[in-house]
């Protein structure tokens, strides 16, 4: 019984076993547009270069119309015997057209067809995801613009360190977005190129055009090595590292909305849409979403081990190891996406409670910098500065109160340099207004960061 391209050679049927194992059809056939995409440039450039003719062509473009209307509507058969998606739809287009079905295939191999398959469906993607970025990062700018005036204890070691605008903190994470997204634009450029045309591994005696081909895919160029073109994964592994890294930016924001919504912070509220209860404890409200994307970023990082453990020491050119890359990288794709979306949309529904954010400023003396700064302004050098100030702080945290809160007369016992001016300084908003330098947290400066990432965004 005849059921595989192949098997003229065979003696016996494949094990189930064996069918099962190597069949990449239920995941791969996620592909199929590209794959038609691929096979319909293809057939347009055989028939362009005379190797194959007009009416081959006309009927191939007849039966890969039918056949998408076919996969659309959900009526399209697969079939695990037919392996993989490329089998499966070569097979459909020769029952509909016939032999020009059959010649479909010159001068093409699956090897070089399933690389080009998975570079155009990943292109796609990304352009999906950078359009995803930009939603994300206004929908930041939004909030950051709302709150450009909040105040909350910025920290190092997570020990309150200096008082910093909201607005700003929000800012950062605009930064490393902007940063992804740009990671992902260039990684789009090695993943944009053409390898059909290099056919099994060592290209093909047919006259091809592979510019062509390229130019009519919208790809950048062509693969210029048929070994290096039918056998790298690299553009899967350097997307899923910038998709990686962009997980973990996404974990840290995850993180701090975390320890933010906890009631031991109590600085945002998330909007019940995107929360859970507890099916025991009746009061609970718990932030799912970012607790999840946090998690989530373990599986993206682990799809990068995978993938880039799957080609370590692979010998040229393709590899059945190859197939072994669809999973971990429509995974990732899923999982980005899907990220940035809810991220997206969860972002506008975060209440930023001020009040609180300003208490836990005021108690972990925030300002001492400040006063440090004021009395070098004064004329003490820095180092006696800080020294000074330790002394306060110390005695306000006996007296249980903030560094504002003491009286003049105390802090002219620390230093005589300390005039009535010293309150405007350790005030938290003294404090943000000061650092109105480029990239500081003074309310100027973030109001102009979040117009020139609008301009960038618009642009
Ligand atoms: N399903 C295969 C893959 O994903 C397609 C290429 C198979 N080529 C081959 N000669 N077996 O890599």
Redesign the pocket.
Known sequence: KKSQAWSALFSEPMSELVKRYTA?VNF?RRLWRADIQGSLAHAEMLAAQGVISADDHAAIQRGMAQITQEIESGQFEWKLEL????LNIEARLTQLVGDAGKRLHTGR???D??ATDVRLWLRDEIDVIAGLYTELQQALLDLAEKNVDAILPGFTHLQVAQPVSFGHHMLAYVEMFARDAERLADVRRRVNRLPLGAA?LAGTSYPLDRERVARTLGMEGVCQNSLDAVSDRDFAIEFTAAASLAMVHVSRLSEELVLWMSQSFGFIDIADRFCTGSSIMPQKKNPDVPELARGKTGRVVGHLMGLITLMKGQPLA?N?D??E??EPLFDTVDTLKDTLRIFAEMVGGITVKREAMERAALRGYATATDLADYLVKKGLPFRDAHEVVAHAVKTAIQQGVDLSELPLATLQGFSPLVGEDVYEVLSLRGSLNARNILGGTAPEQVRAQIARHRARLAG
């Open positions: 990449s791969d392996e993989d998606v490329h191999s699956r090897n067809q399933v099994a393709y059945k190859n197939q890359d669809k």
